[in-house]
Structure formats: C-alpha cells, structure tokens
Antibody
Framework: EVQLVESGGGLVQPGGSLRLSCAAS????????MTWVRQAPGKGLEWVAN????????YYVDSVKGRFTISRDNAKNSLYLQMDSLRVEDTAVYYC?????????????WGQGTLVTVSS | DIQMTQSPSTLSASVGDRVTITCRAS??????LAWYQQKAGKAPKLLIY???SLESGVPSRFSGSGSGTEFTLTISSLQPDDFGTYYC?????????FGGGTKVEIK
C-alpha cells in the first residue's frame, strides 16, 4: 500500500524557516517524480514544486522561487521542502504527492498534509 | 502560465442527478488535464487523467471529456458520497496549475 506521511509543519514567524519532510513507502520511491502542493485555509490547491527521480531537475512556482528548495533522499525514501524567508501568505496545508508517469504529471497518491502557519 | 477557470463555483444537486462541471484553460493543454475530488480536511483524490481516462478504482459514473482548452467532468448519477470540491489541473506545462474548484452540495 502506497503511503506518504508529511511532518515538520508548525508555527513560525515571518522571515523564519521550516523544513518539511515526507516519508514514502509502498512503492519504489527512486523511480518517481515527486511534488509538493499547498492549500491555504479555505482556498484552492496550488502546485509548489516538483523534483525528478535523481534530483537533477526541479521546478518551482514563481511565488516560492529563491525561497523554497525541494530535495529528496532516495536511500531514506524521503522528500523534503526547505522553506526560508517565510511570509504570511505561505500559511497553508502542504501535501506531498507522487507523480504518475513522469515529469510534470498527474498526482495519483497524496499524503494527509502538514499545516504551516506563518504569523507573528 | 496557463490559467484554469472552473464553473460553476458551487452547485447543489439531488441524488440521481446528472452533474456537469466545466474547466477552461487559457491556452491548449494538449489534453494533459486531470480532475480531483477533495473532501473537507482530506487530501485530493485523482479521478480522471489525460482528460478522459478513468483512474483505477474510481466509479464509472465519473467521466471526463473535452479537448484543447475546454473540458468537462460529468457525474452520471450523483451519489451521497460525491459531495466535496472538485478541481481540474493542467500538467501540460510548468507551472502546473489548478482551477479554483467547484463545490458540490447534495440537496
């Protein structure tokens, strides 16, 4: 059974940093692109970033470029999102998701999400 | 960036009704279009991909159609479990973008 479990969310002040983790199991993690998607309270879904199987390609939405870094450790079956210079508007539930079928593809499995709150 | 516009934003329908949700893209997505269902407090669930392919395990009352810039999600006979918010997503080009969502309420 495919499982994705996010962790690392919490309350942080504007300008602060946070690192999210996503532990994957039930599939060959090193064979799939992975994605982070976020959802602000009461709002819709926003794609944040994705990363190729070997980490050699990464893509970001403009609003997080230069502040967020996606990475992965295939030996640990883990996906990460380093979030720096956090803003109030980064407050959201952050989901990790697997991509089915390669680069920039649909997301067939999702984690339960972890809440990040940026507030003073 | 490809902008995705869904309509309506909310709809209320009765069990057994045929329900249609529309998604329009600001430019062609080459049919790289997915539909998701999300219930409150839960992660999205993939329903349809490549505009009309049904994801494994999804009931056949869900179907997708359309091409180019205009797409439709149809629920042939609405069931009580179908309440929630539905999102379209284009994955033709970066950044990947979602529609604003359609909230489906059961009358």
């Amino acid at each position: 059974e495919v499982q994705l479990v996010e962790s690392g969310g919490g309350l942080v002040q504007p300008g602060g940093s946070l690192r999210l983790s996503c532990a994957a199991s039930g599939f060959t993690f090193s064979s799939d692109w992975m994605t982070w998607v976020r959802q602000a309270p009461g709002k819709g879904l926003e794609w944040v970033a994705n990363i190729k199987q070997d980490g050699s390609e990464k893509y970001y939405v403009d609003s997080v470029k230069g502040r967020f870094t996606i990475s992965r450790d295939n030996a640990k079956n883990s996906l990460y999102l380093q979030m720096d210079s956090l803003r109030v508007e980064d407050t959201a539930v952050y989901y990790c998701a697997r991509e089915a079928g390669g680069s920039g593809n649909r997301n067939d499995y999702w984690g339960q999400g972890t809440l990040v709150t940026v507030s003073s | 960036d490809i902008q995705m516009t869904q309509s309506p934003s909310t709809l209320s329908a009765s069990v057994g009704d045929r329900v249609t949700i529309t998604c329009r893209a600001s430019q062609s997505t080459n049919n790289w279009l997915a539909w998701y269902q999300q219930k409150a407090g839960k992660a999205p669930k993939l329903l349809i991909y490549k505009a009309s392919s049904l994801e494994s395990g999804v009931p056949s009352r869900f179907s997708g159609s359309g091409s180019g810039t205009e797409f439709t999600l149809t629920i042939s006979s609405l069931q009580p479990d179908d309440f929630g918010t539905y999102y379209c997503q284009q994955y033709n080009s970066y950044p990947i973008t979602f529609g604003g969502g359609t909230k489906v309420e059961i009358k």
